[in-house]
Protein backbone atom coordinates (compact mmCIF):
# COMPACT_ATOMS: atom_id res chain seq x y z
CA UNK A 1 0.00 0.00 0.00
CA UNK A 2 1.38 3.70 -1.09
CA UNK A 3 0.63 6.61 0.39
CA UNK A 4 -0.56 9.06 -2.44
CA UNK A 5 -1.53 12.80 -2.17
CA UNK A 6 -3.71 14.07 -4.98
CA UNK A 7 -3.46 17.66 -5.78
CA UNK A 8 -6.39 18.82 -7.71
CA UNK A 9 -6.16 21.97 -9.71
CA UNK A 10 -9.34 21.98 -11.88
CA UNK A 11 -9.22 21.66 -15.45
CA UNK A 12 -11.53 19.22 -18.19
CA UNK A 13 -10.27 16.48 -15.46
CA UNK A 14 -12.06 18.11 -12.93
CA UNK A 15 -14.81 20.02 -14.87
CA UNK A 16 -18.82 18.78 -15.83
CA UNK A 17 -20.69 19.81 -18.50
CA UNK A 18 -23.81 21.75 -17.78
CA UNK A 19 -25.44 22.39 -21.37
CA UNK A 20 -22.78 23.38 -23.80
CA UNK A 21 -20.58 24.88 -21.19
CA UNK A 22 -17.84 23.04 -19.75
CA UNK A 23 -16.72 24.72 -16.19
CA UNK A 24 -14.19 23.33 -13.03
CA UNK A 25 -16.44 22.09 -10.18
CA UNK A 26 -14.60 22.06 -6.88
CA UNK A 27 -16.71 18.47 -5.74
CA UNK A 28 -16.21 17.10 -9.27
CA UNK A 29 -12.47 17.05 -9.16
CA UNK A 30 -12.28 15.20 -5.98
CA UNK A 31 -14.57 12.87 -7.39
CA UNK A 32 -11.82 11.12 -9.49
CA UNK A 33 -9.85 8.94 -6.21
CA UNK A 34 -13.30 7.33 -5.74
CA UNK A 35 -13.37 6.46 -9.35
CA UNK A 36 -10.08 5.11 -9.52
CA UNK A 37 -11.66 3.10 -6.60
CA UNK A 38 -14.77 1.70 -7.64
CA UNK A 39 -12.93 0.38 -10.95
CA UNK A 40 -9.50 -1.35 -9.35
CA UNK A 41 -10.22 -1.56 -5.33
CA UNK A 42 -8.59 0.48 -2.48
CA UNK A 43 -5.41 -0.48 -2.35
CA UNK A 44 -3.55 2.60 -1.58
CA UNK A 45 -4.26 5.54 1.11
CA UNK A 46 -4.88 9.06 -0.29
CA UNK A 47 -4.66 12.47 0.66
CA UNK A 48 -6.44 15.14 -1.56
CA UNK A 49 -5.57 18.87 -1.60
CA UNK A 50 -7.15 21.53 -4.06
CA UNK A 51 -5.18 24.84 -4.17
CA UNK A 52 -6.72 25.96 -6.92
CA UNK A 53 -9.56 25.43 -9.30
CA UNK A 54 -9.12 26.69 -12.44
CA UNK A 55 -9.93 25.94 -15.77
CA UNK A 56 -5.96 25.99 -16.92
CA UNK A 57 -6.54 28.40 -20.17
CA UNK A 58 -6.81 31.13 -17.45
CA UNK A 59 -3.88 30.23 -15.48
CA UNK A 60 -0.83 32.80 -14.72
CA UNK A 61 3.06 31.78 -13.39
CA UNK A 62 1.10 32.83 -10.11
CA UNK A 63 -1.22 30.97 -10.30
CA UNK A 64 1.49 28.25 -9.64
CA UNK A 65 2.60 30.06 -6.48
CA UNK A 66 -0.48 28.16 -4.58
CA UNK A 67 0.48 24.47 -6.22
CA UNK A 68 3.99 24.90 -5.37
CA UNK A 69 2.82 25.39 -1.54
CA UNK A 70 1.18 22.33 -2.04
CA UNK A 71 4.19 20.01 -3.08
CA UNK A 72 6.46 22.22 -0.59
CA UNK A 73 5.10 20.83 2.09
CA UNK A 74 4.11 17.45 0.83
CA UNK A 75 7.86 17.43 0.09
CA UNK A 76 8.82 17.39 3.67
CA UNK A 77 6.51 14.56 4.60
CA UNK A 78 5.84 10.39 3.74
CA UNK A 79 4.25 10.49 0.59
CA UNK A 80 5.96 7.83 -1.61
CA UNK A 81 4.16 10.17 -4.40
CA UNK A 82 2.21 13.03 -5.69
CA UNK A 83 -0.26 13.14 -8.60
CA UNK A 84 -1.30 17.07 -9.88
CA UNK A 85 -4.34 16.86 -12.27
CA UNK A 86 -4.81 19.71 -14.57
CA UNK A 87 -6.28 21.50 -17.30
CA UNK A 88 -4.81 20.28 -20.61
CA UNK A 89 -4.32 23.57 -22.12
CA UNK A 90 -1.58 24.46 -20.44
CA UNK A 91 -0.77 20.86 -18.81
CA UNK A 92 2.69 21.51 -20.87
CA UNK A 93 3.82 24.86 -19.18
CA UNK A 94 3.26 24.18 -15.86
CA UNK A 95 4.66 20.61 -16.01
CA UNK A 96 7.81 21.94 -17.83
CA UNK A 97 8.31 24.46 -15.31
CA UNK A 98 7.82 22.11 -11.97
CA UNK A 99 10.00 19.44 -13.69
CA UNK A 100 12.60 22.39 -13.38
CA UNK A 101 11.88 23.49 -9.93
CA UNK A 102 11.10 19.95 -8.78
CA UNK A 103 14.65 18.49 -10.29
CA UNK A 104 15.25 17.34 -6.50
CA UNK A 105 12.10 15.52 -5.63
CA UNK A 106 13.27 12.61 -4.17
CA UNK A 107 9.82 10.56 -4.65
CA UNK A 108 7.85 10.37 -8.40
CA UNK A 109 5.46 13.74 -8.53
CA UNK A 110 2.92 13.47 -11.51
CA UNK A 111 1.15 15.44 -13.75
CA UNK A 112 -2.10 14.11 -15.74
CA UNK A 113 -4.97 15.64 -17.40
CA UNK A 114 -7.95 14.29 -19.35
CA UNK A 115 -9.33 15.39 -22.87
CA UNK A 116 -12.70 15.16 -21.86
CA UNK A 117 -14.23 15.58 -18.55
CA UNK A 118 -14.74 12.49 -16.51
CA UNK A 119 -18.58 11.67 -17.23
CA UNK A 120 -17.81 11.66 -20.50
CA UNK A 121 -17.24 7.70 -22.32
CA UNK A 122 -14.27 9.42 -24.77
CA UNK A 123 -12.38 10.57 -21.58
CA UNK A 124 -9.05 8.98 -20.77
CA UNK A 125 -8.76 11.26 -17.41
CA UNK A 126 -9.62 7.49 -15.66
CA UNK A 127 -6.48 5.74 -17.54
CA UNK A 128 -4.08 9.17 -17.13
CA UNK A 129 -4.85 8.59 -12.75
CA UNK A 130 -4.38 4.95 -13.14
CA UNK A 131 -0.90 5.39 -15.20
CA UNK A 132 0.00 7.83 -12.40
CA UNK A 133 -0.55 5.50 -9.66
CA UNK A 134 1.10 2.45 -11.30
CA UNK A 135 4.22 5.29 -11.72
CA UNK A 136 4.21 5.53 -8.55
CA UNK A 137 4.08 1.98 -7.41
CA UNK A 138 6.94 1.42 -9.78
CA UNK A 139 9.26 3.81 -7.99
CA UNK A 140 11.71 3.31 -10.81
CA UNK A 141 12.21 7.09 -11.01
CA UNK A 142 12.07 10.50 -8.69
CA UNK A 143 10.95 13.80 -10.11
CA UNK A 144 8.13 15.19 -12.02
CA UNK A 145 6.75 13.73 -14.97
CA UNK A 146 3.47 13.92 -17.24
CA UNK A 147 1.33 10.53 -18.28
CA UNK A 148 -1.30 10.88 -20.79
CA UNK A 149 -3.10 8.25 -23.18
CA UNK A 150 -2.68 8.83 -26.80
CA UNK A 151 -5.35 7.80 -29.21
CA UNK A 152 -3.68 4.76 -29.85
CA UNK A 153 -4.45 4.05 -25.89
CA UNK A 154 -0.95 4.13 -25.20
CA UNK A 155 -0.28 5.67 -21.60
CA UNK A 156 2.73 7.71 -22.63
CA UNK A 157 5.11 9.00 -20.18
CA UNK A 158 6.35 12.19 -20.73
CA UNK A 159 9.58 14.08 -19.57
CA UNK A 160 8.05 16.99 -19.29
CA UNK A 161 11.24 19.58 -20.53
CA UNK A 162 10.41 17.76 -23.71
CA UNK A 163 6.92 17.81 -24.16
CA UNK A 164 5.01 20.07 -26.06
CA UNK A 165 1.84 21.40 -26.44
CA UNK A 166 -1.76 20.05 -27.29
CA UNK A 167 -2.34 19.62 -30.58
CA UNK A 168 -5.93 21.42 -31.56
CA UNK A 169 -7.36 18.48 -33.65
CA UNK A 170 -6.54 15.60 -31.96
CA UNK A 171 -5.83 16.81 -28.20
CA UNK A 172 -2.79 14.95 -28.60
CA UNK A 173 0.78 15.34 -26.86
CA UNK A 174 3.88 15.53 -28.20
CA UNK A 175 7.65 15.44 -27.60
CA UNK A 176 10.39 17.96 -28.83
CA UNK A 177 12.80 15.19 -29.52
CA UNK A 178 10.44 12.73 -30.84
CA UNK A 179 10.77 9.99 -28.13
CA UNK A 180 8.77 9.85 -24.98
CA UNK A 181 10.26 8.53 -21.98
CA UNK A 182 8.45 5.05 -21.60
CA UNK A 183 4.93 4.20 -21.02
CA UNK A 184 2.87 2.23 -18.75
CA UNK A 185 2.01 -1.36 -19.85
CA UNK A 186 0.02 -3.90 -18.18
CA UNK A 187 0.51 -2.53 -14.80
CA UNK A 188 4.11 -1.76 -15.59
CA UNK A 189 6.27 1.08 -16.23
CA UNK A 190 8.58 0.33 -19.47
CA UNK A 191 11.51 2.58 -20.77
CA UNK A 192 11.70 3.50 -24.32
CA UNK A 193 14.95 2.66 -24.99
CA UNK A 194 15.17 4.94 -28.45
CA UNK A 195 14.81 7.79 -25.41
CA UNK A 196 17.86 10.16 -25.58
CA UNK A 197 17.24 10.34 -22.06
CA UNK A 198 17.78 7.09 -20.87
CA UNK A 199 15.98 5.67 -17.11
CA UNK A 200 19.58 5.29 -15.97
CA UNK A 201 20.57 9.22 -16.45
CA UNK A 202 17.17 10.14 -15.14
CA UNK A 203 18.30 8.06 -11.47
CA UNK A 204 21.33 9.21 -11.08
CA UNK A 205 21.18 13.07 -12.06
CA UNK A 206 22.34 15.86 -10.48
CA UNK A 207 19.67 18.01 -9.10
CA UNK A 208 21.45 20.52 -6.75
CA UNK A 209 20.86 23.79 -8.44
CA UNK A 210 16.87 23.57 -8.23
CA UNK A 211 17.27 22.52 -4.62
CA UNK A 212 18.59 26.32 -4.02
CA UNK A 213 15.28 27.98 -5.50
CA UNK A 214 12.50 30.20 -4.20
CA UNK A 215 10.00 31.28 -6.56
CA UNK A 216 7.88 34.28 -6.41
CA UNK A 217 5.74 35.78 -9.53
CA UNK A 218 6.82 39.61 -9.74
CA UNK A 219 8.56 39.45 -13.39
CA UNK A 220 6.74 39.33 -16.59
CA UNK A 221 8.52 36.76 -19.51
CA UNK A 222 6.59 38.22 -23.25
CA UNK A 223 6.89 35.16 -25.72
CA UNK A 224 6.48 35.84 -29.15
CA UNK A 225 6.36 33.54 -32.01
CA UNK A 226 7.81 34.49 -35.30
CA UNK A 227 5.64 34.11 -38.32
CA UNK A 228 5.75 35.58 -42.32
CA UNK A 229 4.43 38.72 -42.16
CA UNK A 230 5.12 39.49 -38.09
CA UNK A 231 5.16 43.23 -37.14
CA UNK A 232 7.39 43.89 -33.74
CA UNK A 233 5.50 47.38 -33.56
CA UNK A 234 2.61 45.52 -32.34
CA UNK A 235 4.46 44.13 -29.04
CA UNK A 236 4.85 46.73 -26.07
CA UNK A 237 6.73 45.30 -22.66
CA UNK A 238 5.45 46.62 -19.78
CA UNK A 239 6.87 47.67 -16.22
CA UNK A 240 7.48 44.16 -15.34
CA UNK A 241 8.47 42.63 -18.05
CA UNK A 242 12.34 41.59 -17.54
CA UNK A 243 12.75 39.33 -20.62
CA UNK A 244 11.14 38.81 -24.01
CA UNK A 245 11.44 34.72 -25.68
CA UNK A 246 11.35 35.29 -29.29
CA UNK A 247 10.99 31.43 -31.33
CA UNK A 248 12.56 31.93 -33.71
CA UNK A 249 11.86 29.85 -37.45
CA UNK A 250 13.61 26.49 -37.22
CA UNK A 251 16.92 27.96 -38.65
CA UNK A 252 17.20 30.23 -35.71
CA UNK A 253 16.51 33.35 -38.18
CA UNK A 254 13.91 36.18 -37.94
CA UNK A 255 13.16 39.21 -40.39
CA UNK A 256 15.18 41.50 -39.96
CA UNK A 257 13.86 43.85 -42.69
CA UNK A 258 12.49 47.72 -41.40
CA UNK A 259 8.92 46.22 -41.89
CA UNK A 260 9.11 43.33 -39.35
CA UNK A 261 10.45 46.12 -36.79
CA UNK A 262 12.41 43.21 -34.94
CA UNK A 263 15.83 44.84 -35.25
CA UNK A 264 14.15 48.06 -33.50
CA UNK A 265 12.21 46.01 -30.84
CA UNK A 266 15.42 44.38 -29.45
CA UNK A 267 16.89 48.50 -29.21
CA UNK A 268 13.96 49.37 -27.50
CA UNK A 269 14.25 46.44 -25.26
CA UNK A 270 18.10 47.05 -24.24
CA UNK A 271 17.31 50.71 -23.83
CA UNK A 272 14.66 49.32 -21.14
CA UNK A 273 17.22 46.67 -19.58
CA UNK A 274 14.63 43.72 -20.79
CA UNK A 275 16.98 40.75 -22.54
CA UNK A 276 15.49 39.53 -25.54
CA UNK A 277 16.17 35.75 -25.76
CA UNK A 278 16.25 33.71 -29.38
CA UNK A 279 15.08 29.88 -29.16
CA UNK A 280 15.41 27.20 -31.71
CA UNK A 281 19.30 26.80 -31.70
CA UNK A 282 20.54 23.86 -32.42
CA UNK A 283 23.49 24.48 -31.55
CA UNK A 284 26.14 26.71 -29.88
CA UNK A 285 28.91 26.90 -32.96
CA UNK A 286 26.76 26.15 -35.92
CA UNK A 287 27.10 28.65 -38.88
CA UNK A 288 24.44 31.32 -38.98
CA UNK A 289 22.54 32.94 -41.35
CA UNK A 290 23.24 36.76 -42.06
CA UNK A 291 19.86 37.74 -40.48
CA UNK A 292 20.83 35.36 -37.18
CA UNK A 293 24.46 37.25 -36.89
CA UNK A 294 22.38 40.37 -36.85
CA UNK A 295 20.35 39.75 -34.20
CA UNK A 296 23.03 38.11 -32.28
CA UNK A 297 25.04 41.55 -32.49
CA UNK A 298 22.12 43.89 -32.01
CA UNK A 299 21.89 42.00 -28.27
CA UNK A 300 19.74 38.63 -28.61
CA UNK A 301 20.97 35.85 -26.40
CA UNK A 302 20.24 32.42 -27.78
CA UNK A 303 19.03 29.32 -26.12
CA UNK A 304 20.09 26.18 -27.32
CA UNK A 305 18.28 22.97 -28.11
CA UNK A 306 15.35 23.67 -26.02
CA UNK A 307 11.62 23.42 -26.72
CA UNK A 308 9.40 26.87 -26.86
CA UNK A 309 7.80 25.21 -23.68
CA UNK A 310 10.80 24.59 -21.75
CA UNK A 311 12.24 27.80 -22.75
CA UNK A 312 9.63 29.96 -21.79
CA UNK A 313 9.18 27.83 -17.93
CA UNK A 314 13.47 28.47 -17.55
CA UNK A 315 13.26 32.15 -18.01
CA UNK A 316 10.01 32.37 -15.96
CA UNK A 317 11.79 30.90 -13.29
CA UNK A 318 15.17 32.54 -13.93
CA UNK A 319 13.59 35.70 -13.71
CA UNK A 320 11.48 35.12 -10.52
CA UNK A 321 14.33 33.69 -8.26
CA UNK A 322 17.62 35.61 -6.27
CA UNK A 323 19.04 32.89 -5.58
CA UNK A 324 21.47 32.63 -8.93
CA UNK A 325 22.35 34.40 -11.40
CA UNK A 326 19.85 34.10 -14.13
CA UNK A 327 22.59 33.81 -17.08
CA UNK A 328 24.31 30.65 -14.40
CA UNK A 329 20.71 29.15 -14.35
CA UNK A 330 19.87 29.35 -17.94
CA UNK A 331 23.08 27.69 -18.66
CA UNK A 332 22.50 24.37 -16.57
CA UNK A 333 20.40 21.57 -18.40
CA UNK A 334 18.38 21.46 -15.11
CA UNK A 335 15.68 18.39 -15.98
CA UNK A 336 16.84 17.07 -19.28
CA UNK A 337 15.57 19.97 -21.03
CA UNK A 338 18.31 20.65 -23.47
CA UNK A 339 19.25 18.24 -25.88
CA UNK A 340 22.30 17.51 -27.93
CA UNK A 341 23.94 19.69 -29.96
CA UNK A 342 23.49 18.53 -33.92
Not at 20 to 38: L, N, P
Not at 83 to 100: E, N, P, Q, R
Not at 287 to 316: E, R
Request: proline share 3%; charged share 20%.
Amino acid sequence: MKKILVILTGGTIGSCVQGEVISAKVERSAEIVGRYEALYGKQDFYEVVQPINELSENLQPGNWEPIMEALDEALKKDYDGIIVTHGSDTLAYTSAFMALRYAYAKIPVVFIAANYPLDDERSNGMQNFAGAVTFIHEQVATGVYTIYENMNSEVEVFLPTRMLGSDPYFDQYQNFDRQVFGWIKDNKFVANGKCPVSLEMVQNRKSDIAEKLTFEYENEVLFIQTYLGINFKHYKCTERTKAVLIWLYHSATGPINEEAGLVDFIKECNKSGIQVYGASFKSDHMSFYQTTHLLLQKGMKPMINISSVAAYAKLVLAYNQKQINVEELLGNNIFFENLENI
